[in-house]
């Protein structure tokens, strides 16, 4: 079985950081490309940060670029999203998720294992 599992979420000031972190079991998905996507309240789901199997390799959204930080720690089972200098606008529920085949993507649908998500609210 097949399970993403998030957490790290929380209330932060603008311009504070939070750690968001993503638990992934099931022999499979643990050596898969990972990637974090969010979805704020009446928005589309939208594309953060990918990153490769062995964490060698990573893509950011614009919007994210110097901000946020994306890892992974293969020996803990566990992926992880670095965001500093955050924003209100990035207030969003935050999904990590997986893929079984390698490459770079941006879309939803060509992820196939989906954690339940961690909201993160930026706010003064």
């Known amino acids: 079985q097949v399970q993403l599992s998030e957490s790290g979420g929380g209330l932060v000031q603008p311009g504070g950081s939070l750690r968001l972190s993503c638990a992934l079991s099931?022999?499979?998905?643990?050596?898969?490309?990972v990637a974090w996507f969010r979805q704020a309240a009446g928005k589309e789901r939208e594309f953060v940060a990918r990153l490769s199997r062995s964490g060698n390799s990573t893509y950011y959204a614009d919007f994210v670029k110097g901000r946020f930080t994306i890892s992974r720690d293969n020996a803990k089972n566990t992926a992880y999203l670095q965001m500093t200098s955050l924003k209100p606008e990035d207030t969003a529920v935050y999904f990590c998720a997986a893929r079984s085949r390698p490459g770079i993507t941006t879309v939803p649908a060509q992820y196939e294992w989906w954690g339940q998500g961690t909201q993160v609210t930026v706010s003064s």
């Open positions: 099931g022999r499979t998905v643990t050596a898969s490309p």
